[in-house]
């Protein structure tokens, strides 16, 4: 069983986070970097309803704690990389609208292509399993997990987050 380090990646050895050109819930296309950049961020991607569950048990805990911090934000990718189910994903926006609360509306975006390069740059083997990373105002990979999250994972994620948000324990 794979479990994420416990230690962020120290910020001369961490990559940057790619680029990806993403559709909002606001109906706007946009660059992720110009989310990222200045702001301390919890980067959960997904491919499917099965990772869709493993980040949520690292988004609850992350909202539980910083979601009325300013600089400390979440973004959610979510991945479609076949062309039908990008269709039928399509017009269930309204109703994924409707289910996610305004204030994310902004950060939550959509990916509808396959994107072999995406993978790559963030080392996504397993398109059934949900990832997170924390990633930094500089847009460094500060941290990564992937799988249901373990209680010491959640703990590390935090203390990375509140460390690199310079916000007092």
């Known amino acids: 069983l794979w479990e994420a380090n416990q230690e962020a990646i120290k910020a001369e050895e961490a990559l940057y986070i790619p680029n990806i050109n993403a559709r909002s819930l606001l109906k706007s296309n946009i660059d992720t970097v110009d989310l990222l950049k200045d702001n301390t961020t919890l980067f959960a991607v997904y491919f499917n309803?099965?990772?869709e569950n493993h980040v949520k048990s690292y988004i609850e805990p992350f909202l539980a704690e910083f979601s009325n911090k300013p600089k400390i934000q979440l973004m959610?990718?979510?991945v479609e990389t076949n062309i039908l189910k990008s269709l039928i994903l399509k017009l269930f926006i309204p109703s994924i609208r409707s289910a996610i609360p305004q204030s994310l509306h902004k950060t939550y975006l959509f990916h509808f292509r396959n994107d072999q390069t995406l993978?790559?740059?963030l080392n996504i083997r397993n398109s059934?399993?949900?990832?997170?990373?924390?990633i930094d105002a500089d847009c460094k990979i500060r941290w990564f997990a992937h799988g249901d999250a373990t209680q010491k994972e959640i703990e590390t994620m935090l203390k990375i987050i509140k460390n690199l948000g310079n916000l007092d324990e």
């Open 76 to 78: 959610q990718l979510n």
């Open 49 to 51: 309803r099965f990772g």
């Open 128 to 134: 059934y399993r949900g990832y997170v990373f924390v």
């Open 119 to 121: 993978h790559e740059a």
